[in-house]
Nanobody, 119 residues
Framework: QVQLVESGGGLVQAGGSLRLSCAAS????????MGWYRQAPGKQRELVAD???????NYADSVKGRFTISRDNVKNTVYLQMNSLKPEDTAVYYC?????????????WGQGTQVTVSS
């Protein structure tokens, strides 16, 4: 079993910054991809950014140039630095990790952290 614990959400004014963290713990061989998704009220959950174990990143067009994803493979932690926040970034942000316990891979989600950007 794997647990993902998120932190760093909150209320911020437009133009401000927040940093989200997600730490994975439990029993597994390795973590492959880690990422952040978000879900705004009445909308589907969408990818914000993800990162492979080798450091390759992928971003939604709406956050390119403003958000930066990074990870610490020793701490099994993924971060999302969010700058120049906009009201449309308001959502619940979820961390996702894909872990390997050979020969299988499993997908886990965090509990979500609220990010609210006021105009």
């Amino acid at each position: 079993q794997v647990q993902l614990v998120e932190s760093g959400g909150g209320l911020v004014q437009a133009g401000g910054s927040l940093r989200l963290s997600c730490a994975a713990s439990g029993s597994f061989f390795s973590i492959t991809a880690m990422g952040w998704y978000r879900q705004a009220p009445g909308k589907q959950r969408e990818l914000v950014a993800d990162i492979t174990s080798g450091g390759s990143t992928n971003y939604a067009d709406s956050v390119k140039g403003r958000f930066t994803i990074s990870r610490d493979n020793v701490k099994n932690t993924v971060y999302l630095q969010m700058n120049s926040l906009k009201p449309e970034d308001t959502a619940v942000y979820y961390c996702k990790s894909v872990v390997r316990t050979p020969p299988y891979s499993y997908q886990y989600w965090g509990q979500g952290t609220q990010v609210t950007v006021s105009s």
